[in-house]
């Protein structure tokens, strides 16, 4: 009951918190802020050689010559945010598929790791990428984590997410995540639990195949898609989502990986303290991060941010030296501070004078609400150095993170339409 009652509330919060102020992009930190809290450099490539129904990201059938264009307006805008003054010690790249023109990914890499103190790189792909001679230019680069989006491995669903015939069989994916497993210092495989044909059976099979594989990290997410784009995946993947199954899937997807793997996050698993380190939600490890692409999202000096999701004006708006912005919405210091609460401790646990250096003692002023419910629902421990979820706090973070997704797919397709 509680998680139903969660879910609600933080689909209404999280929907009221991203409405953007269409415009109002006046409100954008243009010079760098000061401090010395992480950074983030995001580049979101939209392109993809197919597209797949259950996704919300943003995301264009692949073209050559655009993205080819769009590669090079990437890097222009990459050294919009150096003049004016940002630094970034980490690079994630997602889409889309980022390694769909391998050749302009790479020389995007290495131009911002000579412009900026870069000490973490992290690259999403997909599986038909997996050879041994683009691992090695993601090397070269610097790559040391690479996120393959498998989904699963089931050949029905496979079939139903219209994944079969561009990757193959699931034992062909399993042969391809071999083959680069080892070769970086994480590779992490993105599956999805929840799906309306989803079994038990085929979940545990699919986890049997990880544990059998031995990859480093293991992210499993659950079925996230936003409301405008329901109706059309429901229909291409047989069925309703059943949020009810929700909990039970994840119970048994814990059960199994926590005797191997650690909580990396609520839905991140790694098999060891390098995996741990690099975590696929780079909003729990970053305080700030610029989104850079085309329907990129940001998040810096307390603005939060998008791109245009116009790919064409994206190109032309950075060829005249303009940000792409299309809105801002600036955050007040009590959903600042909450946001950064849900975030930090989306790890599992939050070392609570970190939040308190960077919230002052107010910090408890906007989050008592927070802790005392989620104390009551036997969510969380509170010690006296930091504040950590319980296994029913975990699941509770699932939800709540599912429910912040949905929120940002809706905010996507709303600037789509």
């Not at 630094?87 to 302009?104: A, M, N, R």
């Not at 491995?153 to 399993?174: H, N, P, V, W």
Request: glycine share 6%; with cysteine; hydrophobic share 40%.
């Amino acid at each position: 009951m509680i998680d139903v009652i969660v879910s609600k509330v933080a689909r209404r919060e999280f929907n009221r918190a991203l409405k953007f102020e269409d415009g109002n992009i006046e409100h954008f930190p243009r010079a760098a802020a000061q401090g010395q809290c992480e950074r983030l450099l995001y580049l979101h490539i939209p392109f993809c050689e197919q597209l797949c129904p259950y996704c919300s990201f943003h995301r264009v059938v692949f073209e050559e010559d655009l993205c080819r264009a769009y590669f090079a307006a990437l890097r222009k805008e990459i050294l919009l945010y150096k003049r004016a003054g940002w630094s970034f010690s980490g690079i994630y790249c997602g889409g889309g598929t980022p390694t769909v023109l391998l050749d302009e990914l790479c020389k995007t890499i290495d131009l911002a790791r000579a412009e900026f103190p870069i000490t973490s790189v992290s690259v999403e792909t997909n599986p038909n990428h997996l050879t041994e001679a683009n691992a090695q230019k993601l090397l070269a680069s610097g790559v040391g984590r690479l996120s393959v989006g498998v989904q699963s491995f089931d050949e029905k669903l496979l079939k139903q997410m219209q994944r079969y015939t561009k990757y193959g069989s699931g034992e062909e994916i399993a042969s391809r995540l071999h083959l680069v497993n080892g070769l970086f210092d994480t590779v992490n495989v993105d599956m999805i639990f929840n799906f309306p044909t989803q079994s038990e059976a085929t979940l545990i099979q699919d986890v049997k195949t990880l544990l059998d594989i031995g990859v480093s990290q293991i992210t499993y997410y659950p079925l996230m898609v936003s409301d405008f784009a329901r109706a059309a995946m429901l229909e291409k993947l047989g069925g309703t989502v059943d949020y009810r199954r929700e909990r039970k899937f994840y119970k048994l997807i814990s059960k199994h990986l926590e005797k191997t793997y650690s909580y990396s996050s609520a839905w991140c698993f790694s098999r060891n303290t390098a995996a741990a380190a690099a975590i696929d939600e780079y909003i729990v490890d970053f305080d700030e991060y610029a989104g850079l692409g085309s329907g990129a999202i940001g998040f810096l000096a307390s603005a939060c941010y998008a791109n245009t999701f116009d790919i064409k004006e994206y190109i032309a708006s950075v060829n005249t030296n303009k940000l792409p912005l299309l809105a801002v919405r600036c955050f007040t210091q009590a959903e600042q501070a909450r946001y950064d609460f849900m975030m930090k401790l989306f790890s599992t646990r939050l070392v609570i004078k970190s939040l308190e250096k960077k919230h002052s003692r107010s910090l408890w002023r906007y989050i008592w609400k927070d802790l005392l419910a989620f104390r009551l629902a036997g969510a969380i421990t509170i010690g006296a150095d930091e504040i950590r979820l319980t296994p029913t706090g975990r699941y509770l973070w699932v939800a709540l993170m599912r429910e912040f997704f949905i929120a940002v797919n809706n905010f996507r397709d709303y600037c789509r339409k």
